[in-house]
């Protein structure tokens, strides 16, 4: 057993140079312990690409991440950042332009066949500049696309091959916003595996990237998924992630509340609408999670009793492994059009013009926000 941990100490995978191991599968060098004795030894994820044209996502946090990226800006590249619509500024990389210097971003919107099927795409994607602007993202081309049900692939590739100009091509992105079925793609659509893998990672980090390589000599780099702690996907029990995560198309709820009523949303989170006049507000949440109206003066007495039963996901056994919850109050002014938006839940759309006083319930840490409404 000594000199099997001696191995995994010491072995590198001979595809990207990571350190392998063999305990985590989601994190960076896995590869079952069968493999070990496999000559080259590889670890699973450049198995995969190898031999079946396949990536898979592995994650690191934020600070690794743009360790990991600070030598971007200083290369010739293209630069395809892939979110997440349903949880737009939670999977949107912050500080990202500072790293990848004047080289060209696609934002590459994924799961937007979530959103319903009347959604005004150019407003949507003026929306998205206008959000990329405040957060200082400058962006080539933003292409709104399903991975899940293969939409808009072929305009992504096109604006791939318009931007690339015989550059290497960097995917970057969170965990969970369907990064590995990109790379897949573009494995298939530009890269010819008979070649032997070749690797690279960046001095004095121990992280990997792997680089796939393109027929005319250049790469596709695939960078490990970004683990963001303010998402509810980061947050949850596994058993609880469907709740959480939308499979399916959005069927957005209406309700017409009076000041002093109460939405619970499962047990994972609250909507106070404290003061103002009657008006209504859309929930766009997961469809399998369950939403509960109260009274305000109600709804405290309420989660003490019904917390892990009644309202659920999650059930009383994973109830105490989430934060405790945190209030977040927003005033929302007349005459604006504005979400509430919790990162990786969804958002609740104020319908009203007259003005209101809100407050949001959550985990703490979970990313909370007013914007201009998305719809």
């Not at 030598?71 to 949107?92: C, Q, R, T, Y």
């Not at 590459?108 to 979530?114: G, H, I, Q, T």
């Not at 590739?157 to 969170?174: C, F, H, Q, W």
């Not at 996907?233 to 939308?246: K, T």
Request: net charge neutral; hydrophobic share 35%; charged share 25%.
């Amino acid at each position: 057993m000594n000199e099997q941990s001696e191995t995994q100490r010491t072995e590198k995978c001979s595809g990207c140079g990571i350190k392998l191991q063999t305990e985590h599968k989601d994190q960076p060098g896995y590869l079952p312990e069968v493999a070990l004795d496999r000559d080259p030894v590889i670890c699973q994820r450049c198995f995969r690409i190898k031999n079946y044209n396949e990536a898979s996502s592995v994650s690191v946090n934020q600070d690794e991440f743009l360790r990991l990226l600070s030598g971007v800006g200083e290369k010739n590249a293209l630069v395809i950042h892939i979110v997440d619509i349903f949880d737009f500024e939670g999977s949107l990389i912050s500080g990202l332009q500072r790293f990848v210097g004047n080289n060209p971003v696609i934002l590459a919107v994924n799961k937007c066949d979530l959103l319903p099927k009347v959604t005004n795409w150019n407003k949507l994607r003026n929306w998205m500049q206008q959000r990329c602007k405040e957060e200082g993202l400058r962006t080539a081309e933003i292409v709104l696309c399903s991975a899940k049900r293969n939409q808009g692939f072929d305009r992504l590739l096109e604006a791939v091959t318009e931007l690339r100009g015989g550059r290497d091509v960097y995917v970057v992105g969170a965990t969970n916003v369907g990064k590995s079925t990109l790379i897949n793609r573009l494995i298939s659509d530009y890269s010819d595996l008979e070649q032997e893998l070749t690797t690279s990672r960046y001095p004095g980090t121990t992280l990997d990237t792997v680089k796939i390589p393109l027929d005319d000599g250049h790469y596709i780099i695939d960078t490990p998924g970004i683990v963001y702690p303010w998402r509810y996907s980061e947050l949850v029990e596994r058993q609880d992630l469907d709740a959480v995560m939308p499979a399916n198309p959005l069927k957005p709820a209406v309700y017409q509340l009076n000041e002093g009523q109460t939405l619970f949303f499962g047990g994972l989170g609250r909507f106070d609408f404290v003061q103002g006049p009657h008006q209504s507000f859309t929930c766009f949440i997961s469809g399998t999670l369950k939403i509960h109206r109260t009274k305000l003066e109600r709804a405290d007495s309420l989660y003490a009793d019904h917390r892990g039963e009644m309202l659920s996901p999650p059930g009383s056994d994973r109830m105490d492994k989430l934060p405790p919850w945190q209030r977040h109050e927003f005033r929302i002014n007349k005459g604006s059009r504005s979400d509430l938006y919790i990162s990786g839940l969804g958002w609740i759309k104020v319908n009203g013009t007259e003005g209101a006083v809100v407050a949001i319930h959550v985990p703490r840490g979970v990313k909370v926000l007013t914007r201009p409404s998305m719809i």
